[in-house]
């Protein structure tokens, strides 16, 4: 695997395959990798001739209170992990590099970015992201480009950026990659102590309560993200957000009638994580007899280790 840090660089290195016409993916992220990073990796070398991973720690998409500083960073780590999983190329530019002195243009998207993170976060952040994927996706020219569904508002925005200003590369969303007891992987995740750790699962089991009530059959998509912030609250997270939301344009739900995404964030000790469920359309009409519903209430309150059954 090579690693570039121009633009020149990169461009040079990819010139051959391009002209050969072969199939370019790119993957990128922020560093840190993780298997959620990897399984991004490992799917753009399953589709494509030549797999380029960006690493950039991109400084304007984070608020002045947030993380840069102690954002982990470790390129050495990174390039081998990255290698491993498949990739052919590394792209680490500088920050002089994406943003050379004079750099006066930003990419806005509107309506997506105004739900869910956009309403938290500070106004930028949303612009800071399109503005850098947008650049990468022009530095790197790929015909596929991949994203994580962990990250459910930022590939919205991509989805939606890269229609409107009519770039030519595939959007591939992958699943979410979680550890073994449901903890979404998130590069954040190194920032938790145990206690920290143990907490963060709040976020998974929010989620889990909020599909649950769909299943039994709740409509109401209110009373399906109370369920969720509930539970939420009772394992000690004050979610920032929980909301029922369109996937395909996250305008809030009032009333489940086909698939929607649920999306959470919470602070959990110096981390900021976000997680989503997908539900899928069927979901809300499979009805369960009296006695697949008292096992799943019994297994998910053992789950929980909740004092007081919860009855969602
Ligand atoms: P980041 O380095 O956090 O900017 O993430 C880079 C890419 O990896 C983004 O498209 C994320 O959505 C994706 N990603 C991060 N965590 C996960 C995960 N647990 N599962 C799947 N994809 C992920």
Redesign the pocket.
């Known amino acids: 695997m090579r690693t570039s840090r121009t633009v020149n660089e990169l461009r040079r290195a990819l010139a051959d395959s391009r002209l050969a016409r072969q199939r370019i993916g790119l993957?990128?992220?922020?560093?840190?990798?993780?298997?959620?990073?990897l399984?991004?990796i490992r799917r753009a070398r399953a589709e494509c001739d030549v797999v380029v991973v960006s690493?950039f720690v991109?400084p304007t998409q984070f608020g002045p209170e947030e993380d840069l500083d102690a954002y982990p960073r470790n390129e050495e780590r990174d390039a081998r992990l990255a290698a491993e999983a498949g990739a052919d190329e590394l792209f680490a530019p500088s920050v002089a590099e994406v943003y050379p002195p004079g750099f006066a243009t930003t990419v806005s998207v509107s309506g997506v970015t105004k739900t869910l993170c956009g309403a938290q976060r500070s106004p930028e952040h949303f612009v800071a992201v399109a503005t850098v994927v947008t650049k990468l996706l022009n530095m790197v020219g790929p015909d596929a480009a991949?994203?994580?569904?962990?990250?459910?508002q930022?590939?919205v925005v991509i989805r939606r950026l890269v229609a409107d200003l009519s770039i030519p590369t595939e959007v591939v969303?992958?699943?979410?990659?979680?550890d073994a007891d449901g903890l979404?992987?998130?590069?954040?995740n190194a920032y938790l102590d145990d206690i920290q750790r143990a907490r963060a699962l709040a976020l998974r089991r929010g989620l889990d309560a909020a599909e649950l009530a769909v299943r039994q059959g709740e409509r109401d998509a209110g009373r399906v993200a109370a369920a969720g912030r509930r539970v939420m609250l009772d394992l000690g997270v004050e979610p920032e957000y929980l909301e029922v939301v369109d996937p395909q344009d996250l305008r809030p739900v009032q009333t489940i009638d086909g698939q929607v995404l649920v999306a959470v964030a919470a602070q959990v000790g110096p981390a900021r994580l976000i997680d989503n469920s997908l539900i899928p359309a069927g979901q809300a009409a499979q009805r369960e007899s009296p006695g697949e519903h008292r096992e799943r209430i019994g297994a998910f309150n053992d789950q929980i280790g909740a004092t007081e059954p919860c009855s969602v």
């Not at 993957?27 to 990073?37: I, K, N, S």
């Not at 969303?173 to 979680?178: D, E, K, S, T």
Request: glycine share 8%.
């Open positions: 993957v990128p992220t922020m560093g840190a990798l993780h298997e959620g990073h399984s991004l690493v991109n991949y994203f994580g569904q962990k990250d459910a930022q590939a969303v992958c699943p979410i990659v979680r979404a992987l998130s590069s954040r």
